[in-house]
T-cell receptor, first 111, second 112 residues
Framework: QKEVEQNSGPLSVPEGAIASLNCTYSDRGSQSFFWYRQYSGKSPELIMFIYSNGDKEDGRFTAQLNKASQYVSLLIRDSQPSDSATYLCAVNFSGYSTLTFGKGTMLLVSP | EAGVAQSPRYKIIEKRQSVAFWCNPISGHATLYWYQQILGQGPKLLIQFQNNGVVDDSQLPKDRFSAERLKGVDSTLKIQPAKLEDSAVYLC??????????FGPGTRLTVT
């Protein structure tokens, strides 16, 4: 059973704070993990991907992966109102070439 | 580099009618995907092509949905006949390797 779980939110943070978005998945053997941002009425946009345990940083974004706990997170530092969107976690489950998406977490950054 | 192109952007049809969507992937991307996204949900894969061959169509409702990618570049997705529950955004995506999929703008379908 391929399952990707995300809290639907909304997650509300003030401008300048760190936003932490979490995702759990059902298969410990999964290899690759992706975070997408989706503005209302728009299509998903790839933010970053992570394959190895630990942290991966790209600008204000940090992805964190813990395969033993089947947990991946996205941290957004210095959150801006323009970061307000739905963040989708996607997992490439072992044995599959496709991605399975979670339902997404809505982030609201207030000025 | 041009992104994934899709048309039309919006379509309104009555139930039992047919509809077709077109997608042109990013140049050089061998893998093409069609997703259905219902409001409040994540994208759900309908079909994956590698060049002009189908890799995964396990979630495609084959009694009413069909898709093709005859020359390994652009692709069409058809629904015939449409049902009310087909109202959704249909997203096309393409990828090169395993570094993520890139989505087109989508087609918003309303079935009345």
């Amino acid at each position: 059973q391929k399952e990707v779980e995300q809290n639907s939110g909304p997650l509300s943070v003030p401008e300048g704070a760190i936003a932490s978005l979490n995702c759990t998945y059902s298969d410990r053997g999964s290899q690759s993990f992706f975070w997408y941002r989706q503005y209302s009425g728009k299509s998903p946009e790839l933010i970053m991907f992570i394959y190895s345990n630990g942290d991966k940083e790209d600008g204000r974004f940090t992805a964190q992966l813990n395969k033993a706990s089947q947990y991946v997170s996205l941290l957004i530092r210095d959150s801006q109102p323009s970061d307000s969107a739905t963040y989708l976690c996607a997992v490439n489950f072992s044995g599959y070439s496709t991605l399975t998406f979670g339902k997404g977490t809505m982030l609201l950054v207030s000025p | 580099e041009a992104g994934v192109a899709q048309s039309p952007r919006y379509k309104i049809i009555e139930k039992r009618q047919s509809v077709a969507f077109w997608c042109n992937p990013i140049s050089g991307h061998a893998t093409l995907y069609w997703y259905q996204q219902i409001l409040g949900q994540g994208p759900k894969l309908l079909i994956q092509f590698q060049n002009n061959g189908v890799v995964d169509d396990s979630q495609l409702p084959k009694d009413r949905f069909s898709a093709e990618r005859l020359k390994g570049v652009d692709s069409t997705l058809k629904i015939q006949p449409a049902k009310l529950e087909d109202s959704a955004v249909y997203l096309c995506a393409s990828s090169l390797g395993k570094t993520g999929e890139y989505f087109g703008p989508g087609t918003r379908l309303t079935v009345t």
